[in-house]
């Protein structure tokens, strides 16, 4: 069944431009100032802002009540929801909360496990996985209908998207995976930071082989060095993540002051080399509380103005 939503990204995608989204976490506070500056920051520059939901484990203002103070500023958010804390009621009751605010977008999540973060003792849930969240999502929307089997009087009319890592172990079923969450019903995927390129562009061979690139838009995550220190730290311990030496090597070449400068360049040819690749329908710019690069981003990666649709 294909529903449209009133999402601005799908139909921007839909259209055929490439998709721009960015990232914002809430604060660890009530006062959402924070988050609503960062929206404003970054706001003429994409097309969507996921808000990250108590990521790392980390207990945060929640992700829906952020969506809602950028919704109420015109602003189009993208629910971001993890199974870890919350069982099928509470889900199905967010997912409705979220719908009732206009909230038009929706990232299906697993969610770091619980002793990342800052209460390692407390108990997860993970009543469903993230595959069955998108299920759950579709269901209500299309459907109809609670797991349950009740009926829904109005529907979430919501735009589903996943994540995917073409990065993680084994690699060979990296793309069998994502054939999962498209059956599962994601309609668009956000990649965790691609660094290795020639790997991204492997993965999304076998994408296309498949013909999944027919089926949902895949949006690579893009997230700039601020230092050489970050790119060995992350190579050496974020699960998940590719950064090849001959980044490390080049941002090691340019000096101390220069290095953040560095690290945009190198996000900026990261897009420029993407936009050319069959299957990638836009981006996905994650520059955690260094909101104010992603204009600078989007604009010498080629992805600006961005297109008005109605």
Not at 187 to 208: A, H, P, S
Request: proline share 6%; glycine share 8%.
């Amino acid at each position: 069944m294909d529903i449209k939503t009133n999402s601005k990204l799908e139909k921007i995608m839909k259209s055929g431009h490439m998709g721009v989204s960015s990232e914002c976490g809430p604060p660890r506070s009530s006062d959402p100032e924070g988050i609503i500056k960062k929206g404003h920051l970054i706001k003429d520059h994409v097309d969507c802002i996921n808000i990250t939901d108590n990521q790392t484990s980390v207990t945060r203002l929640c992700s829906l009540a952020a969506c809602i103070h950028l919704k109420n500023e015109g602003l189009e958010p993208v629910l971001q929801m993890v199974v870890r804390d919350r069982n099928r009621i509470a889900l199905q009751s967010d997912i409705l909360g979220a719908a009732s605010f206009g909230i038009n977008n929706i990232l299906c999540l697993s969610g770091d496990h619980q002793s990342f973060g800052d209460h390692p003792n407390s108990q997860n849930v993970f009543d469903l996985d993230s595959m069955q969240l998108i299920q759950t999502v579709r269901h209500m929307r299309d459907e109809g209908k609670f797991l349950g089997g009740d009926e829904i009087k109005l529907p979430p009319n919501m735009f589903v998207g996943a994540a995917a890592n073409p990065f993680a172990d084994p690699f060979k079923i990296r793309v069998p995976r994502l054939a999962k969450k498209v059956a599962a019903g994601a309609e668009f995927i956000q990649t965790q930071c691609v660094y290795n390129l020639d790997k991204f562009e492997l993965w999304m061979e076998g994408i296309v082989e498949r013909g999944l690139h027919e089926k949902v838009f895949i949006m690579p995550g893009i997230t700039p060095m601020r230092s050489v220190g970050m790119a060995k730290y992350m190579a050496r311990a974020v699960p998940g993540m590719d950064v090849p030496k001959e980044l490390i090597d080049r941002l090691s070449g340019v000096p101390k002051e220069k290095q953040a400068e560095e690290g945009i360049t190198i996000a900026v040819e990261a897009i420029q080399r993407l936009k050319e690749v069959t299957g990638v329908s836009g981006f996905h710019i994650m520059a955690i509380e260094w909101e104010e690069k992603v204009p600078e981003i989007v604009e010498r990666g080629g992805l600006y103005p961005r297109p008005k649709i109605d």
